[in-house]
């Protein structure tokens, strides 16, 4: 049975950083990724990691701000997230497989201005 557990959120004010880390068992996937949902709005990719391909995809919301990196070894996939804005204000969840297939229950990140 797969299973992610995201950790690592929290509030901070704009400028701020955090990173979230998510956990898998289970399954060993060569994508993953984090994705976040907006309070009332859909739920949007943020970045994907194709540990196959050694491939990595922001959205143009993360470029430059967030990096997404795969540790193997604990079987963990981490989301660094700098200089934070309120707009960054979501509940993120990560995801195994592309298209997604598992998700986790999520963190949630307020960022206030």
């Known amino acids: 049975q797969v299973q992610l557990a995201e950790s690592g959120g929290g509030s901070v004010q704009s400028g701020g950083s955090l990173n979230l880390s998510c956990t898998v068992s289970?399954?060993?996937?060569?994508?993953m990724g984090w994705f976040r949902q907006p309070e009332g709005q859909e739920r949007e990719v943020v970045a994907l990691?194709?540990?196959?391909?050694?491939?990595?995809y922001y959205a143009d919301s993360a470029k430059g701000r967030f990096t997404i990196s795969l540790d193997n070894a604990v079987a963990t996939l981490y989301l660094q997230m700098n200089n934070l804005k309120p707009e960054d204000t979501a509940m993120y969840h990560c995801?195994?497989?592309?298209?997604?297939?598992?998700w986790g229950q999520g963190t949630q990140v307020n960022v206030s201005s």
């Open positions: 995801a195994v497989d592309c298209p997604p297939r598992v």
């Open positions: 289970g399954y060993n996937s060569p994508c």
């Open positions: 990691d194709w540990t196959g391909g050694g491939s990595i």
